[in-house]
């Protein structure tokens, strides 16, 4: 089988432009490969900028997720991104994907700003506790309609709080409720803006995420809609594939990329040291 993408990166856009993927997941927490074979696949399928984001969870409770880091080895990680800083190609990284959880963001920044990452990525998956990325979680509540909006109206909410936080650099899966077919029937553009509105304040970049094309909603997150909203405001973007598995760097980005294009996006973004670089889409 071909490791390679199935477009190159010639034809994702031009072949000065740069191949980025900053969201994906080791051995760590829920992905399948070590962070090593991430790199050597990276490598393979010609990404220039590789992060490797690992998902840190803390909770009041704290209670544990398997899909999360355990705590305690979260410098070992460290220890094993910065083994590759002087790699060429990829580049890499040193991320995490962060749950927003209100009220730890304060515990948060304090583990966070002692490490030396380049970004994080901030992720809302629980709503009222309950983790909405999970098939098993979501289908146990059985939300009744009330409800869905309700929770669809808090997850915006949290999403803006997190852009207020000032503790993350990029919006992970920003729609992610959809992932298992949950879509609003009430208006929502009122706290959709809101949250827009704080991103762009916080000086964060919104991930364009293809790892929903395989999913549920089978389609990128954010939604058509809410790209044209993102470029009307005019927040950056970095395009991930939300990997967990190495072959999957760069997966959909043949789809996501014309998409980017046609809405007129021309940039992209990507972070050193938890500062923004810009560069051509
Ligand atoms: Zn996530
Ligand atoms: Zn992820």
């Not at 072949?15 to 080791?26: C, P, Q």
């Not at 990325?133 to 909006?149: G, L, R």
């Not at 650099?169 to 879509?183: C, E, M, Q, T």
């Not at 760097?249 to 050193?272: A, D, M």
Request: charged fraction near 30%; proline fraction near 2%.
């Amino acid at each position: 089988m071909s490791l390679r993408p199935k477009i190159y990166k010639e034809s994702l856009s031009s072949s000065k432009n740069m191949i980025i993927s900053f969201h994906n997941h080791s051995l760590y927490s829920d992905g399948k490969n070590s962070i090593e074979e991430i790199v050597l696949m990276a490598e393979k399928l010609k990404v220039d900028a590789l992060g490797i984001s690992d998902h840190f969870c803390l909770t009041k409770k704290d209670k544990f997720y398997r899909w999360a880091m355990l705590r305690k080895h979260l410098d070992a990680y460290i220890q094993e991104i910065l083994a590759f800083k002087d790699h060429i190609n990829p580049k890499v990284y040193l991320g995490l994907e962060a749950d927003y959880v209100e009220g730890m963001e304060g515990d948060l920044a304090k583990i966070v700003n002692s490490k030396p990452f380049d970004f994080l990525i901030g992720s809302v998956h629980l709503v009222d506790d309950v983790d909405i990325a999970d098939k098993v979680e979501f289908n146990a509540i059985k939300y009744t309609n009330d409800q869905k909006e309700i929770g669809i109206k808090k997850y915006w909410d949290s999403v803006r709080k997190m852009a207020e936080s000032k503790v993350f650099n990029i919006v992970g899966h920003i729609d992610l409720y959809k992932k298992f077919g949950l879509y609003p029937d009430e208006d929502i553009s009122k706290e959709i803006d809101l949250a827009l509105q704080a991103i762009l304040k916080a000086n964060m970049a919104i991930e364009v995420n293809t790892s929903g094309y395989f999913a549920g909603c089978k389609e990128q997150y954010p939604s058509e809609a809410i790209l044209k909203k993102i470029k009307e405001y005019n927040i950056p973007i970095i395009v991930n594939a939300d990997s967990h598995d190495a072959e999957h760097l760069c997966r959909g980005y043949e789809t996501v990329y014309p998409l980017l294009k046609k809405l007129g996006f021309s940039k992209q973004v990507y972070f050193i040291k938890r500062k923004m670089v810009v560069t051509d889409l």
